[in-house]
Nanobody, 122 residues
Framework: QVQLVESGGGLVQAGGSLRLSCAASGRTFSNYFMGWFRQPPGKEREFVATINWSGGVTSYAGSVKGRFTISRDNAKNTVYLQMNSLKPEDTAVYYC???????????????WGQGTQVTVSS
């Protein structure tokens, strides 16, 4: 079993920035696609971004493209989500997850972190 722990969430004003981190256990971390998902209050979990093991291929939801950047450091078993120009609609619990294949749906990911709250105020 892979363990994932997110950190870096918090309260920020609209237009501000946050950097989320996800630390993973296990020596197989580099073999996984890593993804970020979010769940706004009262809504379904939705795709945010994913990155392959080399870091050379990334994919983003249209709502965050140009504002968010996903990256990974395999030596540190860590994936990051840099969030800039934050909007109130970005408010959600953010989760990192792992998959053996590329995917943009939650059912394709097998291991999940506990989530970290991001709140963006107007």
């Amino acid at each position: 079993q892979v363990q994932l722990v997110e950190s870096g969430g918090g309260l920020v004003q609209a237009g501000g920035s946050l950097r989320l981190s996800c630390a993973a256990s296990g020596r197989t971390f580099s073999n996984y696609f890593m993804g970020w998902f979010r769940q706004p209050p009262g809504k379904e979990r939705e795709f945010v971004a994913t990155i392959n093991w080399s870091g050379g291929v990334t994919s983003y939801a249209g709502s965050v493209k140009g504002r968010f950047t996903i990256s990974r450091d395999n030596a540190k078993n860590t994936v990051y989500l840099q969030m800039n120009s934050l909007k109130p609609e970005d408010t959600a619990v953010y989760y990192c997850a792992t998959s053996l294949v590329y995917g943009t749906t939650a059912i394709q990911y097998n291991y999940w972190g506990q989530g970290t709250q991001v709140t963006v105020s107007s």
